[in-house]
């Protein structure tokens, strides 16, 4: 995800790549009638903006990891950026300034793509003015690819500032992914589906000699599991093996308690320090060749809201303000939503205090959410009623169904958990 300084914050990490491989201080931004100034004196690289086009692979996808199936949410802009790279002599000396678009040039060839550390340190640098962009955090990479113009395609955007052409090079950059900031609508899931609530089945022909999972048991009436949980794994050539998580927010997440079952299922206790969203789950089997991995399958690992809620939930000038914990700490650099009903809004930001003593924190469990009428005067949920809420981590959502009552059997129809409603007055 990226939010609207996404282009000034990919301008600004080339600007400072190109002024640290270069070595040059003088690296501006400035259209082309404008980039020399009034002194021709040293050396100086312009990177000028020239042209802002739409992504048609990306045009009407949603959000990764941001809107699940059948919900609707408002595709993310995705731009790819012309860039015209100038370099300029001292004194206005030719041979000094084909030096020096020579060494840019082999610079940006040398970083075909912006790393989220580049963008990070660029972006969170004082004085920069970008710190609250995000543009790091997006999933897709940001690729520098020379682009060919031919000499009337370039000679015309010299001609269109009625200045001096001088020898440039042309970069395209992308993708850049501007996230919506309208809420998506988030139905309630389906509690059955079919008859029996039965899915596909399949089975292999064949047992592979190496471990394979196959699927993923979770306790009775779950749709995610829980940090503490005990899930069981099946699959084959399981015996021996040693359950792993996965993941590309935590480099190492906690470890697991597996207990071997059979040769078919392995029994995985969830670590309690382990924090929402989206994980994959693996098995290691040792050999004498080494270690030998199994396939990966899906484990989302939701948050669980402390109860009772607050409710009813006064409106004081047009502003409904909800807060909400979770028994499990969610680190501060995942995305966490509420969700009344169908309506989505995002946390609101830590209240400022102190400066927390080193180490700072990694993780928060209180969260403030505000809904407000709109301008035309509509508040954007009903009032009045009570309201299904759901806390997402990261897509992951926490438990809405109504769990079972000791003595009532797994046949019991499926509920809505009545205690984690809301009503809005």
Do not use: C
């Not at 082999?106 to 962009?133: F, R, Y």
């Not at 993780?363 to 959410?369: G, L, N």
């Amino acid at each position: 995800m990226s939010n609207r300084l996404a282009i000034a914050a990919v301008t600004a990490t080339l600007r400072s790549l190109l002024a640290t491989g270069v070595g040059i201080p003088d690296v501006t931004a400035r259209p082309l009638d404008l980039a020399r100034g009034d002194s021709d004196s040293g050396e100086q690289l312009n990177l000028f903006l020239y042209q802002a086009l739409p992504d048609a692979a990306w045009r009407n996808r949603d959000m990764p990891r941001q809107t699940k199936p059948n919900e609707t949410g408002l595709p993310p802009l995705p731009l790819t950026l012309y860039y015209l790279l100038t370099a300029y002599g001292d004194k206005d000396n030719d041979t000094s300034a084909h030096k020096l678009l020579g060494s840019a040039m082999g610079v940006l060839h040398d970083h075909p793509l912006l790393s989220s550390a580049e963008i990070k340190n660029t972006t969170s640098a004082p004085g920069s003015g970008l710190q609250d962009s995000d543009l790091h955090e997006q999933l897709e990479r940001v690729r520098i690819t020379l682009q060919p113009l031919t000499f009337e395609e370039i000679s015309k955007l010299w001609t269109t500032f009625q200045t001096h052409y001088r020898t440039s090079a042309a970069y395209q950059v992308s993708l850049v992914l501007i996230e919506s900031t309208r809420p998506s609508k988030t139905p309630l899931p389906v509690l059955k589906r079919g008859e029996d609530d039965r899915g596909i089945t399949s089975q292999p022909d064949m047992i592979p000699p190496f471990p394979v999972l196959a699927s993923v048991q979770l306790p009775p009436r779950r749709q995610s599991a829980q940090p503490g949980d005990i899930i069981s794994v099946f699959g084959s050539r399981l015996a021996g093996g040693t359950a792993v998580l996965r993941s590309l927010r935590e480099e190492s997440p906690p470890p697991l308690v597996t207990v071997g079952v059979s040769d078919a299922q392995l029994d995985v206790t969830l670590p309690n320090s382990l924090a929402p969203g989206f994980y994959t789950i693996a098995v290691e089997l040792p050999s004498p060749h080494g270690t030998i991995s199994s396939n990966e399958l899906p484990l989302a690992v939701a948050p669980v809201i402390v109860l009772p809620l607050t409710t009813p939930v006064t409106r004081v000038n047009g502003k409904a303000t909800i807060n909400l914990s979770s028994s499990i700490p969610v680190l501060f650099e995942q995305r966490v939503s509420l969700l009344l009903g169908d309506y989505e809004t995002r946390a609101e930001p830590p209240l400022p205090s102190a400066p927390p003593p080193p180490p700072p924190p990694i993780s928060r469990s209180d969260f403030q959410f505000v809904i407000e009428t709109s301008p035309g005067g509509i508040f954007p949920v009903p009032t009045g009623m009570p309201l299904l809420v759901r806390l997402r981590v990261d897509g992951v959502d926490s438990e809405i169904l109504a769990p079972l009552l000791p003595g009532q059997p797994e046949s019991t129809p499926l509920e809505f958990d009545t205690t984690k409603t809301i009503r809005i007055d």
